[in-house]
């Protein structure tokens, strides 16, 4: 959304008054979730935070600012106060180390003098890594900042060893380090390298690009690194389409099925994109490029799927899903208003069991979610153990009696529940309840569940049975 107020091919279906509320609704949340420290939770505002998600989301401000978003009063300066304290932690793991170079980067980005701070995080790390961390993302987070520091020297020698890695492809294997994976990080060091180094753009080595464009050909994306595939891509597009000799060489044609049609060009570039629709009468499509810059294309294909799948799917992680009645007996056909409990059971089918989960459950048409009471949390005369206690006890307004798994957040969406946490090698039961709202057969949707950060880790629920809703002055038939 932010990068349509510069590029508006990039514009979507949503009007400017749309784009605008989203995105004031969007920082409204964050703000929502930010603590007294300035540090930002992963679901809600609470003493202890995961320290990836604050420089993440400084990260975010600072593009937004960028484009002219208005940012909450005092957001940033406030959150600059957790990146402040993140920099100096003195947590010496690889992962900390990356974390505390992102923060001196995002400081020094927004003018603040960093070279104790840096000099601090290179020290560490040459003590504790001294064979590996110079092609690690932090060494070129450090580099970086010595460029905007204008020690260029410094920032060259820390860039030489990272340079050296671009020309290398990685295998099909799928790793995360909790959440850089590989296409964070070649995302990341393209974005760092032409946004500090654009000297060095024309002379970037196709690989890079190559490992990109294969990680999102294979679907081994992220919400983290698809944000910072975008950044990186509009980055480089931007110098690139500033160095070329033939801008506008880009074009679409489309080749007929039926003869004596003759090719017709159905887009050229318009900013940084050649954009089409192609129609059922499309043999082939051929992309010319006429610049002397690499080009990609990608074609996309959106609706729904013409079948329901027939086969379950249990890729480290196992989900199904059942419907009761509040008596909890098997229903395939309720009354009009009538309340039923959906009953989710997840299970981790590999020993170290699954974080950062995503179950989604799709609604069968003409049902709506019917949220529950949760209980208050006990007070506490401590101010700080107060918010400990409301942050441990949070339940989800979703969960009715019988649940087992307590998850981390839950969301309702128009047309499904969203429920994220962890799975553990033990079956949990997470139970929410559905009301029906029209009458009809409504077919029953699969459940899906998916790793957000490892998305080799899959599991759909199959069903192929229906609900009936049928008027209240008919009886409810309950399955034997």
């Not at 790390?125 to 900042?145: I, M």
């Not at 090719?263 to 499509?285: E, H, N, R, Y």
């Not at 981790?348 to 974080?355: F, L, P, T, V, Y």
Request: net charge negative; no cysteine; aromatic share 8%.
């Amino acid at each position: 959304m932010i990068l349509e107020g510069l590029h508006p091919e990039m514009k979507g279906s949503l009007s400017q008054a749309e784009t605008s509320k989203k995105l004031k609704d969007m920082l409204a949340i964050l703000r929502s979730r930010q603590n007294d420290s300035g540090a930002i939770g992963l679901w809600r505002s609470s003493p202890q935070t995961d320290p990836f998600v604050t420089p993440y989301v400084v990260q975010y401000l600072l593009e937004a600012k960028a484009a002219g978003v208005a940012l909450p009063a005092g957001m940033l300066n406030e959150a600059n106060a957790a990146l402040r304290e993140l920099a100096a932690n003195q947590s010496d793991d690889l992962y900390t180390l990356r974390l505390r170079a992102w923060a001196v980067y995002l400081l020094t980005r927004q003018g603040e003098i960093t070279t104790s701070s840096l000099a601090s995080v290179q020290d560490t790390l040459q003590q504790r890594y001294p064979d590996t961390w110079k092609t690690d993302l932090s060494a070129l987070y450090l580099a970086s900042s010595y460029r905007m520091l204008k020690m260029d020297d410094e920032a060259n020698t820390l860039l030489q060893p990272t340079w050296k890695q671009l020309s290398k492809a990685y295998d099909k294997a799928w790793w995360t380090q909790s959440y850089f994976d590989p296409l964070v990080q070649d995302a990341t060091r393209l974005y760092l390298i032409t946004r500090h180094f654009p000297e060095k753009v024309s002379a970037i080595p196709p690989q890079v690009l190559e490992n990109m464009v294969k990680s999102l050909k294979e679907e081994r994306y992220t919400t983290y690194s698809s944000a910072m595939s975008i950044l990186a891509l509009e980055s480089y597009s931007a110098q690139v389409a500033a160095q070329a000799t033939a801008p506008d060489a880009l074009k679409i044609t489309q080749i007929s099925k039926t003869k004596n049609v003759e090719p017709q060009l159905i887009s050229s570039v318009q900013g940084l994109f050649a954009k089409a629709s192609f129609t059922a009468d499309a043999k082939a499509l051929r992309v010319e490029n006429g610049n002397d810059a690499p080009a990609w294309y990608v074609v996309t294909q959106a609706g729904y799927d013409l079948a329901a799948p027939k086969k379950a799917i249990s890729r480290g992680l196992e989900i199904t899903r059942d419907y009761t009645d509040e008596q909890g007996k098997p229903v395939t056909q309720i009354t009009l208003g009538q309340k039923i409990n959906v009953h989710l059971k997840i299970r981790a089918n590999s020993k170290e069991g699954q974080d950062n989960l995503a179950i989604v459950d799709l609604l069968p048409g003409g049902f709506e979610v019917v949220q529950q009471t949760a209980p208050e949390p006990e007070s506490d005369s401590s101010d700080e153990n107060s918010d400990a206690a409301a942050s441990a006890s949070w339940q989800s307004p979703l969960a009715a009696s019988g649940s087992t798994w307590a998850p981390d957040y839950s969301d309702i969406r128009e047309d499904r529940v969203v429920i994220y946490g962890s799975a553990s090698t033990d079956v949990q039961e997470f139970v929410y309840q559905i009301k029906a709202t029209n009458t009809g057969s409504f077919i029953i949707p699969p459940a899906y569940g998916e790793a957000m950060y490892d998305r080799e880790v899959q599991a759909l629920s199959v069903s192929d049975q229906k609900l009936v809703v049928v008027p209240a002055d008919e009886p409810a038939v309950a399955k034997k």
